[in-house]
């Protein structure tokens, strides 16, 4: 098991910005993670993916040039910096887990509860 918590979430405005964390256990250097999202009625969506190292990361392209995702091997956290939010970015997010990165809900074995991001037009 590899638990994980994510924070950070809250209701902003468009435009503003938000980072999200996932703080996760010391096993946490061993694996890629990602970040996905889930609005109401939709489907679980790729956001953002990085290696286990950092060095590569990947994005969706609803989010390029606006999300960045990054870790801290040595705090065993993950975040999710996200700028110039817009209304259809509302949604759970969701931090996971896996060895060696994906961008498919389906490759992760490890997951969060969720935080909720709401933003408002």
């Known amino acids: 098991q590899v638990p994980l918590v994510e924070s950070g979430g809250g209701l902003v405005q468009a435009g503003d910005s938000l980072r999200l964390s996932c703080a996760a256990s010391?096993?946490?250097?061993?694996?890629?993670m990602g970040w996905f999202r889930q609005a109401p009625g939709k489907e679980r969506d790729f956001v953002a993916a990085?290696?286990?190292?950092?060095?590569?990361?990947y994005y969706a392209d609803s989010v390029k040039g606006r999300f960045t995702i990054s870790r801290d091997n040595a705090k065993n956290t993950l975040y999710l910096q996200m700028n110039s939010l817009k209304p259809e970015d509302t949604a759970v997010y969701y931090c996971?887990?896996?060895?060696?990165?994906?961008?498919?809900?389906?490759?992760?074995?490890?997951w969060g509860q969720g935080t909720q991001v709401t933003v408002s037009s």
């Open positions: 990085i290696s286990w190292s950092g060095d590569s990361t």
């Open positions: 010391s096993t946490f250097r061993r694996y890629a």
């Open positions: 996971a887990a896996r060895m060696g990165v994906g961008v498919y809900v389906r490759d992760y074995n490890y």
